[in-house]
């Protein structure tokens, strides 16, 4: 009994507990903030008509008492009196309740103020055809869901009573990939306040759907942590668009900046269009790879098709240069027009001891010439 005293303590509705002889055994914190009962104030005692004005007592007399004595229950409109006088309006439950062993209550009153139950009653419905999917859930430890709308059920396929239900049941359902992120991410939600997320969630039908999940954290007076209010909507066809552009920049990127082997150890990368820094990563990545794999000795860098040559392009092509060199290739860089060869002055560029040449084939030949010198030497040797 205890137990259920203080789950009915705690509950938002009205909730009256009363004898045979209609005396109230219990009121819950609700009903006393609503009627005006403090809290220390004894409720035991007083009647259960004393809660209604004098003009809705008839009919809790003649209505609603005998149909919980014939029928074991009654709803309907009433009212409810305030010690301030006001008359507020509500829809209450009377039902008959078993008494336990050692208990003289009879009867379970639950109550709802009318426009509670009006605006409750709204937003479920809005809900049920919103896209977006509200919830709430503990602040810290496992951070297991105390509310969610129904309409998640359209959403991912589970009833909102799963996740209630089991509290590993979120968490345990993220992508593995994703669910470090997520989880170390909320750590530190107390203290941003408000986090967004983006994670793949496993449906009910065995299909992962990607969720944009924003939650701000609600604190009490004292500034602790209670819980995290939050929506949940589907954004899986616009992941799933940027995945594929991505994967189409990655794919175009590459052509463009493509390797081309003309020997078994000379290799040349012609550069087209302008040079960022991300291309520029690229162009390293591609040129490493490629000397590394395929064990070249040469590397030739065509500029010719690039358009601008700044002080970005310029560093690009240097630390190309020496990184080549740390494989034990050379760079050997093309295409370097008079007015590209007047910018590097201008900037200042140290070429160093990377080899130039003024277009492809007098890099090429370079780079023949030397691979016949070195084959020479190794004959004569």
């Not at 009256?16 to 109230?24: P, R, Y």
């Not at 087209?272 to 590394?292: F, K, Y």
Request: charged share 20%; with cysteine; aromatic share 6%.
């Amino acid at each position: 009994m205890n137990e259920m005293i203080t789950l009915l303590d705690e509950v938002s509705d009205l909730v009256c507990l009363a004898d045979a002889d209609g005396k109230i055994a219990f009121l819950n914190k609700a009903a006393r903030r609503l009627v005006g009962i403090g809290a220390s104030e004894d409720a035991a005692g007083r009647r259960l008509l004393e809660l209604f004005p004098e003009h809705e007592r008839p009919q809790i007399e003649a209505e609603a008492l005998p149909s919980v004595q014939r029928e074991g229950a009654w709803r309907g409109r009433s009212a409810l009196a305030t010690i301030d006088g006001r008359h507020v309006p509500v829809a209450a439950a009377f039902l008959r309740h078993s008494a336990a062993s050692g208990e003289h209550a009879q009867l379970l009153v639950t109550m709802q103020p009318v426009e509670d139950a009006v605006v409750r009653a709204r937003l479920e419905n809005l809900l049920a055809k919103s896209r977006v999917v509200f919830y709430s859930s503990k602040a810290y430890g496992d951070y297991s869901v105390t509310y969610m709308s129904a309409n998640v059920h359209a959403q991912l396929g589970y009833p909102a009573e799963h996740f209630l239900r089991d509290p590993g049941f979120w968490a345990d359902h993220i992508h593995p990939e994703d669910a470090p992120r997520v989880l170390g991410e909320l750590a530190s939600i107390a203290e941003q306040q408000h986090q967004t997320h983006e994670y793949r969630f496993l449906c009910a039908d065995g299909k992962y759907q990607w969720v944009y999940d924003e939650a701000v954290c609600v604190k009490d007076e004292s500034g602790n942590p209670v819980e995290l209010v939050g929506t949940w909507q589907d954004v899986t066809e616009r992941k799933e668009a940027e995945l594929l552009i991505q994967e189409q920049a990655a794919a175009l990127m590459q052509f463009s900046t493509p390797l081309v082997p003309i020997s078994d150890d000379v290799l040349v990368m012609p550069i087209v269009g302008a040079l960022d820094a991300q291309r520029a990563e690229q162009v390293m990545t591609t040129l490493l790879d490629g000397v590394s794999k395929g064990q070249a000795r040469v590397a030739i860098l065509d500029i010719t098709g690039v358009s601008v040559v700044d002080t970005q392009v310029a560093d690009a092509l240097l630390r190309a240069a020496k990184a080549v060199a740390l494989l034990g290739a050379q760079v050997v860089i093309t295409g370097i027009r008079s007015e590209v060869a007047q910018t590097l002055v201008q900037l200042g560029a140290n070429m160093g001891d990377v080899v130039t040449r003024a277009t492809l084939q007098a890099g090429v030949a370079f780079a023949m010439q030397g691979r016949a010198a070195g084959r020479a030497g190794a004959l004569r040797g």
